[in-house]
């Protein structure tokens, strides 16, 4: 059965990338649609220590760690929607979620009764893995459909 619905989870990894591409690709050949998710982490998960110069610079210029991540969010989203412009898809979705990532995914990939999922195989990195454990494999875990990881 060929997919209706591709969901990628992006977050401007080189993996993520190669995850856009592929879905991209995918969605042009059976005629899917294509959703581009960006999953702001929960800011509890990654509190900046006050402190820090830079944050406090920031701060103090009423620019919030929220809004940072949400510009961030709008920058990979935007990079990720030019890349499947690139193979052919003109008319991708593009939503912006805040949450543990695996979960949020996961939610609105029930949500729009996505057929498959595509993420990376590797997003934020060893570190990142080691404190919140692989999404991809949770992803895969709990997902209610077809999940390819892309290295």
Same mark, same amino acid.
């Given at each position: ?13 080189? +993996? ?11 969605? /042009? ?26 944050? /406090? ?29 690139? +193979? ?5 979705? /593009? ?39 692989? /999404?991809?494999?949770?992803?895969? +875990? ?10």
């Amino acid at each position: 059965m060929s997919p209706r619905t591709i969901l990628v989870a992006v977050d401007g990894s080189e +993996h993520s990338n190669k995850a856009v591409e592929f879905a991209a690709d995918l969605a /042009t050949h059976e005629d899917a649609d294509l959703v581009l998710l960006h999953v702001v982490p929960d800011p509890s998960i990654y509190a900046v220590p006050t402190g820090l110069e830079e944050y /406090t610079r920031l701060e103090k210029a009423h620019i919030t760690q929220h809004d940072l991540m949400m510009s961030a969010a709008g920058r990979i989203l935007d990079d990720a929607a030019h890349r499947a412009e690139k +193979h052919g898809i003109y008319t991708a979705t /593009t939503r912006v979620e805040i949450g543990q990532p695996a979960t949020k995914i996961v939610d609105v990939a029930e949500e729009i009764e996505a057929d498959m999922i595509v993420l990376g195989s590797r997003g934020l990195g060893n570190i990142g893995s080691l404190l919140l454990g692989s /999404t991809s494999q949770k992803v895969t +875990h709990l997902a209610p459909c077809t999940v390819v990881t892309v290295r």
